[in-house]
């Protein structure tokens, strides 16, 4: 039994690291040659007497089939796919979600049903007449059909991870037809009744926790600044997405009701596949479901269940079903985390248990070292994960989970319970009323440790990738020496944590030292920093068309550079890519004081106020030209006040030392004409184009009047054309140096360094 259960590893393995070097190493049309060379040595080697070649045959062709495999899924999916793209076509198909209405469009996923085009998922596009739809039914209108392989003008693997192959943009009225029952919408139903329950029983300043922790529902958890962060950064994310600890939590509560037993395990089984498809079926929540059913199959088969193996087995199931799943960073993390478990948590805590004193192995003392050999076992293989998908990592998750866990297991329970005694509404609200505090419990330890110095590490920083490579091959080699190892071990961890103590203290004092001036590169949008000595200063905080919040970005950029405030905050406009990120960003920064335009009744304004409101911040709306200091940088600020949207703005000349920065907003060329005749514009030696580089700004007027030296422009992926060409010929005309956040990324300027 054992030796199957080994070839069943060694194949699932094997067929796994094909579809894993098939998505991000091997090129697409090798594939096919690179198989046939692993079956045919594969088939030599299949004839050998020796124990080790025969299972080296075995994995050379399960390494073939996965080659394969992946070519074929390929063709039909993704290939299929691009065959359609940019075409114009009648389109119909079952609805497989609720409808989201985002304001100017409502999205929802269907599975294609029609004649001329695969029955693949696609994402539809549509207008209001969308809502009608519900899970189930049949929509048809005509489309216009893009493959689902790019986000913002870059390659995006997302969309094929959760096997959507298509983009329809709707160009005419939904058709929806109601099919009668589907069991397919069966799942979206029920999940969507769950969540309405949770909303209804439980206060209004839990239910967004309490959805995201019962059901992986994080439709409203993303929109909540504060929570987010905090769970983010605290590295609690892991209890908001459903995964093996949500499902073991289930089945302790079930068993607890149930009690143990084959017909209780029968049972469990079943509730735990409806808990899958109720949150979604993720990858992690499929891998958790499989696992936590092959324990419970065990004792009732009387088998011994194997990690390894059952771990293996599960992720090729997976990629079986999936391919490009291998892309998946839920995938990626759950697995990792149980490899982790698997291969260290356990040792590390025998070891940790065999050198305590008997008096000393309390309940208490267990559950600390049980969360924190769990947390580090957890860490070795979704560390990296997490750096490179997430561009940072929280340092102090082990605490997080030290003193919260206890209280998740608990309050997931606890909600459950809620929903099941809410039959009855007055029991259902008292006992959501007794969770809640647990829910709030959990929210302040994330909150508390987000907001520790150097909870988290973002990649961003100086030196921050290389600390990590180092501390892996420091520790690795470590464990290699068999003699003393415990002690080998603790000193290279005792020594990757001075050297990361002495990074993180290095680039503070290297941006207090330096006076810079950075434009840093949000996409289309934009976001400026200015240091000097102590003083933070910023101007602008927003973006467009990319995945990140611009606050998440400029809170990155600031982190790596050791500060931790930011003394002024000056918002040119309030566009979307001028100031939609300070909302995220005031949940992590102080900000003392705000200057902005004032615009009453428009909604970013106002919860910009209600935000700075919440965390004391000062708030100045310029009604005329003002001039700041703030340490050893200067601002004049011009308010032009009235005309158009773009017309309405803070344009402003930064100044550290004898060094100037001109900011001219989204200003067009009228508006630049006012300033150079209302204003000095002398001596300036960067400029920062206006509008993104559109052709309606910086005219020759303002270049001829600025006559710099340099020219920043902020801009990313965008549908406007923007820089446009007229716009670089002119300042080329004008002998500006320009770079581009699009192609140059954060453009650092050292103040008495690069330009004087």
Not at 309 to 322: E, F, P, Q, V
Not at 392 to 409: E, H, K, M, R
Not at 426 to 433: E, H, Q, R, S, T
Request: glycine residues 8%; negative net charge; aromatic residues 8%.
């Amino acid at each position: 039994m054992e030796a199957a259960m080994r070839k069943l590893a060694t194949a699932a393995t094997a067929f796994c690291a094909a579809i894993f070097a098939a998505n991000y190493i091997l090129l697409l049309g090798r594939l096919t040659t690179l198989a046939v060379i692993a079956a045919v040595l594969g088939a030599a080697l299949a004839a050998s007497r020796k124990m080790r070649l025969r299972q080296a045959a075995l994995a050379l062709v399960f390494l073939a089939l996965g080659l394969f495999y992946y070519s074929a899924y390929n063709e039909r999916t993704a290939a299929q796919a691009q065959l359609h793209s940019g075409e114009t076509a009648v389109v119909g198909g079952h609805v497989l979600t609720y409808p989201i209405n985002y304001g100017s469009y409502c999205r929802t996923e269907i599975k294609l049903d029609c004649d001329g085009l695969p029955k693949l998922k696609a994402i539809v596009y549509a207008d209001e007449g969308l809502m009608d739809a519900e899970p189930g039914d049949y929509i048809s209108f005509t489309g216009k059909i893009n493959a689902a392989d790019t986000l913002f003008g870059e390659s995006y693997d997302n969309y094929h991870a959760k096997g959507i192959f298509f983009k329809i943009s709707a160009k005419s009225a939904v058709s929806v037809e109601n099919t009668g029952f589907d069991l397919r919408s069966v799942s979206a139903r029920l999940s969507r009744f769950l969540s309405e329950r949770v909303e209804k029983i439980f206060p209004a300043d839990t239910a967004v926790f309490m959805k995201s922790l019962m059901l992986g529902d994080k439709s409203d958890f993303y929109n909540d600044d504060a929570l987010y962060c905090a769970m983010s950064r605290a590295g609690f994310m892991h209890i908001v997405a459903v995964s093996g600890m949500h499902v073991s939590f289930l089945v302790g509560l079930l068993q607890f009701i149930l009690g143990r037993g084959r017909r209780s395990a029968v049972i469990c089984i079943a509730l735990v596949w409806l808990f899958v498809l109720v949150t979604g079926a993720s990858p992690s929540a499929v891998r958790a479901g499989f696992m936590q059913s092959m324990l419970l199959m065990a004792p009732v088969l009387r088998r011994e269940n194997d990690a390894v193996t059952s771990l293996s087995a599960i992720l090729a199931l997976i990629l079986l079903s999936n391919p490009y799943a291998a892309a998946s960073i839920s995938l990626q993390l759950s697995f990792g985390a149980m490899a982790g478990i698997i291969c260290f948590s356990g040792k590390l805590y025998d070891a940790a248990m065999n050198k305590l004193p008997e008096r000393m192995k309390c309940r208490p003392v267990r559950y600390v070292l049980a969360s924190v050999t769990m947390s580090a076992g957890v860490t070795v293989f979704t560390l990296p994960v997490t750096a490179l998908h997430f561009g940072y990592v929280s340092l102090l998750s082990f605490l997080t989970n030290i003193l919260g866990l206890w209280a998740v297991s608990l309050c997931f329970g606890g909600g459950w319970l809620s929903c099941a005694l809410s039959v009855v509404p007055v029991l259902g609200k008292a006992a959501a009323w007794l969770c809640s505090w647990l829910a709030r419990y959990i929210v302040l330890v994330a909150k508390l440790i987000s907001d520790v110095p150097f909870a988290v590490l973002y990649m961003g920083s100086t030196g921050a990738e290389a600390w990590m490579i180092g501390s892996y091959v420091l520790v690795f080699t470590a464990c290699m020496i068999r003699k003393r190892r415990a002690l080998w071990v603790s000193a290279a961890c005792l020594l990757s944590v001075s050297a990361l103590a002495a990074l993180l203290i290095a680039n503070r004092q290297f941006y207090r030292n330096t006076d810079t001036v950075s434009v840093l590169d949000v996409g289309q949008g934009q976001c400026i920093t200015a240091f000097a000595g102590d003083a933070t200063v910023m101007i602008d905080c927003g973006n467009t068309y990319n995945l990140s919040d611009a606050g998440d970005l400029a809170a990155a950029y600031l982190h790596s550079c050791g500060r931790d405030r930011i003394d002024l905050l000056v918002l040119t406009h309030l566009h979307e890519d001028h100031a939609d990120g300070v909302p995220r960003l005031m949940e992590m920064y102080d900000i003392e004081t705000l200057i902005m335009p004032e615009e009453r009744g428009d909604a970013l304004y106002e919860e910009i106020v209600a935000s700075a409101a919440k965390h004391g911040t000062e708030v100045i709306t310029a009604k005329g030209d003002m001039t700041v200091t703030c340490g050893g940088i200067g601002m004049e600020i011009y308010a032009y006040l009235n005309g158009g949207e773009n017309e309405r703005c803070l344009m402003s000349r930064l100044t550290i030392g004898s060094y100037d920065v001109l900011i001219t907003a989204d200003a067009p060329e009228k508006l630049e004409k006012r300033l150079v005749n209302e204003h000095e514009t002398d001596g300036i030696e960067t400029l920062i184009v206006g509008h993104h580089g559109s052709k309606y700004s910086s005219g020759e007027e303002l270049l001829g009047a600025v006559d710099g030296s340099l020219a920043v422009i902020s801009v990313g992926y965008n549908s406007y054309g923007q820089p446009a060409q007229e716009t670089l010929e002119r300042l080329a005309a004008y002998g500006y140096n320009v770079l581009r956040t699009d192609e140059d990324g954060t453009i650092e300027i050292r103040v008495g360094q690069d330009n004087g």
